[in-house]
């Protein structure tokens, strides 16, 4: 039987080891709180900081539905090599000639939820327009829910994208900046929007790095290495309610957990 | 007689007419509410989106105890030939070769306050280096309370900024982005800390700006007009606490107001 | 009768009315020396050095069988207006939603040549991939002498994007840094290539512009208006000879004529 | 006995082993050609293409006298840990705050010459402003002869430092884009300039890497090794012969020699 509305965790970028850890640990205290029933996160960063590798992949694969991605997910070679066995991985949907899956389709309660990564141009390398791009998801024949992950750099990038797809996907979540927005709302058409979810790792540092270095490389211009920092642990995320009959969002509640 | 802590109240970027209507709409209930001490807005797209006029200014001085300001401050010429009447204003502390006061001090409850603008370097234009230049507010002779706003783009650079700074200033109030950020917070030295204040003005279009020739610009590349946009506006703000012997931050709230 | 090879004459970016000036001087010269059949001219800084307008289309229409642009093309709003009737100006081909012809097609001793403009995207603004539309033009219906104008800022991008159209088209000559490179160059399969044509305009300045202001801005970083320089006028350029068979290359100079 | 003037040989970017062998090979043919009195070399990636390493410095010390850098130079960590012992190596003279000699200075004939590298900005990473630091190096306890490499990428910092650098310094000589420019000249202050000096390298690829994969990146943005090429070997450098008496210039030439 389908409920009236579906409910949607997802989870912003997860930082590392400990990002890692903070959600596996805090997954059971929002699945009791908020009975959510389909789990997505972006996991660009899953390993060290920078890609995904197949060990820290099946670390988290079974606590989530599906997986979107960024920039960084082609960092670490052991991706391309295990991609076609990550299932559950939402590659940039806008960088059309490469392997992996354009998109995720997620079965629960006897309806299906489409799950996309977009990547912003601005600042950012080059990659096929999403604007442009969109409209391929816009067919009779996939999910009348769909949850696009807009990875992006700039505030100007994501909102007109997120006015841009009103009324055409069920939620425009932002990612990439690593620091939470407080701007979540339900456009007039029927979208969730928020410019950034924020990071899942550690907040004590500079984007979920230590920040001593960072700061030196601010002061030295010397090159760096980007390492995971251990403080101030927190899970950034948001819920998502939306009408399954229809694919409108209904109500966007933003999660910042310690 | 010196209270014991000075309450400051920092406006995030005020766009256009309509910024400028709301917070002056908005500011005898906040003054109810809060009965901060000091009042501070950042100016840079007072009028018509990108700059300041003298007329715009006049407007709205009375209201503020000080101005900063960002990378769009030069873009009207008016401003450049009005610049010393403007006493409140902080021009960017890291263009020093330039007119316009590197920092503003304002005098309140016989205590001093340092207000001060710089701007970030990351996918902005060029400018001296932030990191090195703020050694020269540190000095036995300014004022112990300092507030500095970091007007920049990438969060990374502003949380590096923020973390350089703790212990050394009162508040890194972030702006630019025109998006609140949900990560206000007292950094371990005394330092209130935000990545983004946000937007006072129309919260219905891009970054304050009518929606529709922007997205259009995003599909066709072609140039477009920037013009301030009228609908769902808001106030944003925060509200910083400090203590006036020792200049720590004791509190900082952030405000989004209708 | 056909010829066995065409002699293309094409002008790098003419810059404001100096830029004019020194190409209508120069041409009676040029075609003695060179007795080329086709002129080709970049023309995106015609007027007062951004953008074109209708009248300074209209003084340079005569003496050229076509024109390309770049990216500073829609900076004039008369040019929306009248583009229409510029029947010889090729649009950037990877804008694909805009006015204006994606290509032109110059009829000559009985053989045809496509000319086109190409834009790139390393540190400038998004198009459409550059490499991925060129196929576009790769068709049995089209002329097979092609000229592409690749107004690109990178040296990377322009030998790549010349590498990869080898052997597919006549010639691509890049534009937009306004310094003329010293590599032109036969490709193996046929391509006539140069990094950048250069320069129509005044040599005295700043990629044509008066050198003072430019020079005050790197110091003070102040906004500051680009006034077309006046001196050392130089006419930059390049001859190709193409097969009218085969299309493919057979000699490129540059010229490079005060 | 003091000669009248100065010969320099100033040699483009030298490109991992393919660079160095063609410069090794080349340089007694350009000594018989040109009897050039000190010889200079950019050897930012000397070493694979990216940066330096002690066994690659080596290699080429014992042919010139001294050694200018650019962006990449830090990216082998063998070059931090040896940079004290390779005292021709001028680093980056505008990131004051690292190791490594800030200038060099070389004595021949009984004459002194002074090297500098300063990095541009636009569209490269922050570092302090090269118009104001080239300040420091205009003493009278320096040499009056000063070659300076501006490392930098767009034509328009380029020209903008040369004119500002006019009659201050012996030549400023631009690096960075691996393409020799057809610019050389001597400007009215008796300044030597010229763009870019070229690459010594493989001629036959992208910016003196294998072409194939960095046409595949502008296809698949997919992230791509970059390996050095290894044919059409060619040295781009610059003879600049200087006014012993007054450090000005009275000649440049390039050369582009296979
Ligand atoms: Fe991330
Ligand atoms: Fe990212
Ligand atoms: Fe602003
Ligand atoms: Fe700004
Ligand atoms: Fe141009
Ligand atoms: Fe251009
Ligand atoms: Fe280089
Ligand atoms: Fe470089």
Known sequence: MQTEFLRILFVGDIVGDVGRKIVIDKLDFLKEKYAYDVAIANIENL???FGITKETYDAIEPYFDAFTTGNHVW???DFLINIDS???????FNMPNTKGKPYVIVEKNYTQVLVATFLGR??????ENPFILLNQLIREDLPT???IDFHAETTSEKQAFGWFCDGKV???LGTH???QTNDEKILPGGTAYITDVGL???HGGVIGFKKQAIIEKFITYMPTKFDVCKEDLRLNACIVDINVYTGKALNIEKINEA
Do not use: L
Not at 122 to 127: E, T
């Open 47 to 49: 390993a060290g900081g």
């Open 86 to 92: 990550m299932n559950k991985v939402a590659r940039p």
């Open 75 to 77: 960092d670490k070679k």
């Open 122 to 127: 601005i600042f950012m390398n080059p990659v």
């Open 170 to 172: 069920s939620a425009i």
């Open 145 to 147: 829910i769909k949850i």
């Open 177 to 179: 900046t690593h620091v």
């Open 200 to 202: 899942t790792g550690c």
